[in-house]
């Protein structure tokens, strides 16, 4: 039993080492790139036709990835519990303001086939959101919980999804020769296949221990 434990706390700890790492990796290489005067074609339009969405992108999604992982430490939320209702409006604010503006961005993105994926991607994101403040709202906690870890997933899809651009499309999919169907298919999978590992998580493993208790 102990070791179980052990190993589970380990787990947990390598994995939000790598989430964490992967994040601040994200936040480095981007700023980078743009500081380099490596700026896309289509943020170059003026500050209202795309630049202040950009900003307003980055600036949200940094108070999720930022706050998100202290927001999920059950022994630091229990012992400041006012930080985390502070840092959970932070949290809901910033992914709200990042969803819309993802949104927004979406519409005038150079790969037209990934339109569809990050426009059902952004509105997700607005939604789970929305709804873990909803839950709160009405002391359901537990929706509440789940909701916002929807939410910090689908914040994540983008990091990986960048992620993917810096290391290579080829190196990933050396089966499709097209620049287009691997730029579609990273963005895609960036975000379904992380969403389907926690419903499993969730609601499916939950689900399927309590019926094979009731047998």
């Known amino acids: 039993m102990i070791k179980t ?3 589970q706390k380990t787990g947990w700890f390598v994995f939000w080492l790598g989430i964490i790492g992967l994040s601040i990796y994200f936040y480095v290489e981007t700023i980078a790139f743009y500081a380099g005067g ?24 940094t ?13 630091f939320r229990a012992n400041n519990m006012k930080y985390h209702r502070l840092a959970g409006k932070i949290f809901v604010f910033g992914s709200l303001i990042a969803s819309i503006c993802a949104f ?13 994926s990050l426009g059902i991607l952004a509105v997700l994101w607005f939604f789970f959101t929305f709804t873990a403040y909803w839950a709160i709202r009405r002391k359901n906690v537990k929706a509440h919980r789940q909701f916002m870890v929807r939410s910090y997933t689908a914040a994540l899809a983008f990091v990986f999804i960048r992620i993917f651009s810096l290391t290579g499309y ?9 620049r287009l169907e691997q730029r ?30 009731t047998k």
């Not at 339009?45 to 949200?60: A, C, E, M, V």
């Not at 108070?63 to 022994?75: M, N």
């Open 63 to 75: 108070a999720s990835l930022l706050l998100g992982p202290l927001q999920f430490w059950d022994k």
């Open 38 to 61: 490596g700026v896309p074609e289509n943020f170059k339009l003026g500050f209202w036709n795309s630049k202040i969405w950009y900003f307003g992108h980055i600036g949200g999604a």
């Open 104 to 116: 927004r961005i979406v519409l005038i993105y150079d790969c037209v086939p990934c339109r569809v």
């Open 5 to 7: 434990l052990t190993l």
């Open 184 to 213: 579609t298919t990273a963005e895609w999978l960036c975000w379904v296949v992380p969403l389907l590992i926690v419903e499993f998580y969730l609601s499916w493993q939950p689900l399927l221990k309590s019926k094979l208790k």
């Open 170 to 178: 080829d190196s990933v999919f050396p089966f499709l020769n097209n």
